[in-house]
């Protein structure tokens, strides 16, 4: 029996939104992966610097809507699965997030497996650990 593909369209700021929750929710986890978060800290001072009294999540979504790079860098995998993201690859992928997980996440019934799933498929385009 062939199955069929159910895939969901997001708009640019649903995007964001979701990628941001995930980034509050579950970055964390990349820890357990040997997954180092990584950004350039001149970047973001120069973003924080357009907010007021942001948290630590939000200053990293400024810095990708500035046009700035947040990267995964492989420790565990001699740098097998290190990449970068731009504001661009939200864009164009947390939609390909299993659809359970998006829907978990736009109904606010997401948990850090949801938020996972989200920054897997962000960073990598498809879940790679866990």
Not at 57 to 70: F, I, P, R, T
Not at 93 to 113: A, F, W
Request: include cysteine.
């Amino acid at each position: 029996m062939k199955t069929k593909e159910i895939k969901m369209k997001l708009g640019k700021n649903l995007s964001e939104e979701i990628f941001y929750n995930a980034l509050c929710n579950g970055l964390s986890l990349m820890q357990g992966y040997e997954l180092e978060f990584s950004y350039d800290i001149e970047e973001y001072k120069k973003s924080r610097n357009k907010l007021e009294n942001p948290c630590w999540e939000e200053v990293l979504m400024q810095m990708l809507k500035d046009g700035y790079k947040l990267t995964l860098i492989d420790e565990g995998c001699e740098g097998e699965y290190t990449r970068s993201i731009t504001i661009e690859d939200v864009h164009e992928r947390v939609e390909n997030t299993e659809l359970p997980h998006l829907i978990n996440m736009i109904n606010e019934q997401d948990d850090c497996n949801t938020a996972d799933a989200i920054l897997q498929t962000t960073f990598f385009e498809e879940i790679i650990f866990g």
